[in-house]
């Protein structure tokens, strides 16, 4: 169900309020819709779960993808780490974890960094910002790592993905986080089928590997 956050951005609400865990799940550029509604009710269902899953453009979800793409760089950490904090807060379960793909595996790795979760896992996150996501308001994700008090980080990637080049692989790994690397998989291959970079097989091995990471 959709539920209004603490902050004011819209999120969706699923499972049991206050379960054993909880999950922040952060929907791609896109933001919600049918989409990470299913996966939020999935998880919720599988495996007992709180997941709340907030907005990534609050106020503005009428822009197109390559709106979003350009206005990446106008987005500021505080109020996107603001919205995902309420998120967690949501779900009121004592321990809560979290996911992120794409733009939301960016901000996953950024709340890694936050010291509210207990375990935080990436699904192709940029692990540096790409050059025309560079704003006044966005921090280094390696940077946020090497500052912060990151909890355990999973990072799960795409060896195609441009996104996510083997040497920021390199060093998302010397900052402590450990990465899964599928052979000849492009950026989200993961999260959606209709994409035609999606690859079944690897996808349901990378969120078995993803929720058992984030049971632990």
Known sequence: M??????GTAA???GAVGA?????????????RPLFDGHAARVAAEQGWT?????????REHLAAEE??????ELADDEVLAD?????????????VITGFCMGGMYTIKAAATGRFHRAAAFYGMIRLPEHWRGPGQGEPLELLAE?????????????????PPDDVAALEAAGAVTVVYAGADHGFVHDPVRPAHRPDDAADAWARVVEFLSR
């Open 12 to 14: 969706e609400l699923a």
């Open 51 to 59: 997941v709340c899953a907030p907005q990534v453009f609050p106020g």
């Open 84 to 96: 995902v904090l309420a998120a967690a807060e949501a779900t009121a379960c004592e321990t809560v």
């Open 20 to 32: 054993d865990r909880g999950l922040v799940l952060i929907p791609d550029l896109m933001g919600l």
């Open 68 to 73: 979003r793409m350009a206005a990446v760089c």
């Open 2 to 7: 959709r539920i209004e956050l603490s902050t």
């Open 148 to 164: 912060g008090d990151p909890c355990p980080l999973l990072a799960v990637i795409g060896a195609e993905d441009p996104f996510t």
